[in-house]
């Protein structure tokens, strides 16, 4: 099998095997539930996938190992598997799942790339994915009028993990979470589905989906502005104001290849955020203030559980700090996968409300045993704590964690992938130009947003820019027929 070939992107494959009937409906399925951030969920189609994988390299010999684990997808293995025998060798245990839930869920998304990049698809199956990222903006729209309708709103059967969908961050103005557990997974999705209804707006070549992606973007930019997301705004900003300007660079819009469309509806997602801001001035209309005695969503939307803003920000400076000292401390490999948050100056910063949630039994300020070599200084202590701190950086957290070894990869596979995506989008059918856009645009804004977060690593929203990459950038040359 050709595995991501540069060449022949815009070739059709007509031997798809049956395998790949199967394999379509499980990559929508992990799109539509990404909406809703609920793991187990997404677990499901990655399970029937390796089947599937399993199923056609053992029996039908359509995939052969070597070319499985090359390329671009070999990347995302080995950075993966090295993670995880890196952390199994300084005394991690890495069969707990509470690992694959914080430290390493970076594996779910990653997954799906490698799983579901490993079939031939029908050429319908740009059309479906298409028509899923709209219906999951329409979804979030109706979720949004029934939370401004009932912001108490708590449900264990729709959501398992949290049900309400408002909450007080020390702010005058409450900030909206739909389905999602934080702002900043909720920024992060309505974000990544309004770039890539924006590249669906800008090729697409059937007008019925072009006019669905224009009411769907402005509903996915609503829900962003609501989320007062300040690094996912910043982030969809920031690449909005690039694209305008490499429209004004005119010999640099002649280098890159792009259209002067595109750019100029990059750059349009600014305007719309712009009108949008007043939307979320309607929000104190319609949310009750937070309930006083005990009740459904009373702690859920309570004011002081969640640390303000300015308390957010100095800890994440402290965060960035210890960061950088783990890597000047150990430039090569780092203090250990998954060992950040093992680190009493890291402990120290997660608030007391927090650490009691948390339910762990835990010496918050017990010693911590090193490794140490010259360059060399990695975490062996036997307590891994997993809770939910890391850097909020993600290039800083690799760094301290993994060193330049597992930096190299991490931006070499995140290269690759761009560099990929945009020749599918120079060379590749016309009817999967606008996905190509639109992922590029939303890998380009979650790397922006990635500078205050662990957003390239996250299940949202990576989950559903993976699951598109994996589509676009499928194998593309027929299979020899089996002898």
Not at 73 to 99: C, E, H, K, T
Not at 362 to 377: E, F, G, K
Not at 449 to 469: K, Q
Request: hydrophobic content about 50%; glycine content about 8%.
């Amino acid at each position: 099998m050709t595995d991501l070939s540069d060449s022949c992107t815009s070739t059709r494959c007509t031997n798809t095997h049956p395998v790949s009937g199967f394999a379509a409906p499980l990559l929508i399925s992990g799109i539509l539930t990404s909406a809703f951030n609920i793991i187990p969920a997404l677990v499901i189609p990655l399970f029937f996938g390796a089947a599937l994988v399993a199923y056609s390299a053992l029996l039908r010999r359509d995939l052969k190992p070597l070319a499985f684990i090359s390329g671009l997808r070999g990347g995302f293995i080995v950075f993966a598997v090295l993670s995880i025998v890196y952390a199994a060798a300084i005394g991690v245990d890495v069969w707990n799942p509470g690992l694959y839930r914080r430290e390493f869920k970076f594996v779910v998304p990653f997954s799906y790339f490698i799983i579901f990049s490993a079939f031939f698809y029908h050429d319908q199956v740009a059309r479906a994915i298409k028509y899923a990222l709209i219906a999951t903006a329409f979804f979030s729209l109706a979720w949004l009028i029934f939370g401004l309708v009932d912001p108490a709103f708590a449900s264990r059967l729709l959501y398992p993990y949290r049900g309400h969908m408002w909450e007080y961050a020390g702010t005058a103005l409450p900030i909206y979470l739909g389905p999602f557990m934080t702002h900043s997974a909720a920024g992060g999705f309505y974000a990544t589905l309004a770039f890539l209804q924006l590249g669906i707006l800008i090729d697409e070549p059937d007008t019925r989906i072009r006019r669905l992606a224009i009411a769907s973007l402005f509903m996915a930019v609503s829900c962003l502005v609501l989320t007062g997301s300040r690094a996912f705004l910043l982030a969809s900003f920031s690449v909005s104001a690039l694209s305008l300007a490499a429209y004004v660079s005119r010999p640099l819009r002649r280098r890159c290849g792009l259209s002067t469309t595109a750019l100029i509806g990059a750059s349009g997602i600014a305007g719309i955020g712009v009108m949008a801001l007043a939307f979320i001035q309607l929000a104190p209309r319609f949310l009750v203030s937070p309930p006083s005695s005990a009740g459904p969503g009373s702690a859920a939307i309570s004011a002081g559980k969640t640390p303000t803003r300015a308390q957010n920000v100095d800890t994440r400076l402290r965060l960035w700090r210890i960061a950088a000292s783990d890597f000047l401390q150990s430039p090569i490999i780092g203090v250990g996968a998954s060992r950040f948050d093992d680190d009493p100056r890291v402990l120290s910063t997660i608030p007391i409300q927090t650490r009691d949630a948390l339910g762990l039994k835990i010496n918050w300020t017990a010693p911590v045993s090193y490794l140490h070599a010259p360059l060399v200084r990695i975490n062996v202590s036997r307590d891994a704590f997993h809770t939910d701190q890391e850097a909020h950086n993600v290039y800083l957290n690799v760094l301290a964690e993994g060193g330049v070894v597992f930096f190299a990869i991490f931006v070499g596979v995140y290269t690759a992938l761009g560099r990929r995506l945009y020749h599918v989008f120079l060379r590749g059918p016309a009817d999967e130009k606008g996905l190509a856009r639109g992922t590029l645009y939303a890998l380009a804004m979650v790397a922006v947003a990635s500078f205050f977060g662990m957003n390239l690593f996250t299940v949202i929203p990576m989950v559903t820019i993976l699951s598109v990459a994996a589509f676009l950038l499928r194998p593309r040359t027929c299979p020899s027929p089996r002898s």
